[in-house]
C-alpha cells in the first residue's frame, strides 16, 4: 500500500486511481499523517457487507446490538376482562 501526500494525490488522482484499481487501497496523508484510504468499490462494497450482520446474525447473536427500554414487570396492575369483576 502506497502513501500519498495529499499535493501527489491532487495533482495526480488519475495515476492515484490507476494504482488503486491494479494494486488495492491507497493511503493519502496530510502532513504527514494518514488520512483518507482510496479503496476499488468491490472491496468498498464487501467491507460494507461484512459490516452489516445479517437478520440470523443478529437472532442467533449472545449479546443484544443495542439497548431497549423495557418497563419493569408488576409495578401496574392488569385489567381483568369485563364481567370478571
Not at 487501497?25 to 472491496?43: F, M, N, S, Y
Not at 450482520?53 to 423495557?70: C, F, H, M, S, Y
Amino acid at each position: 500500500m502506497h502513501i500519498w501526500p495529499v499535493q501527489d494525490a491532487k495533482a495526480r488522482f488519475s495515476e492515484l486511481l490507476d494504482t488503486c484499481l491494479k494494486d488495492g487501497p491507497q493511503v493519502v496523508a496530510r502532513r504527514g499523517a494518514e488520512t483518507a484510504v482510496l479503496v476499488p468499490i468491490e472491496e468498498w462494497r464487501r467491507l460494507q457487507r461484512a459490516a452489516r450482520p445479517t437478520l440470523k446474525e443478529l437472532l442467533l447473536a449472545d449479546a443484544p446490538r443495542g439497548d431497549i427500554p423495557v418497563p419493569p414487570r408488576g409495578r401496574s396492575r392488569r385489567r381483568s376482562p369485563p364481567g370478571f369483576d
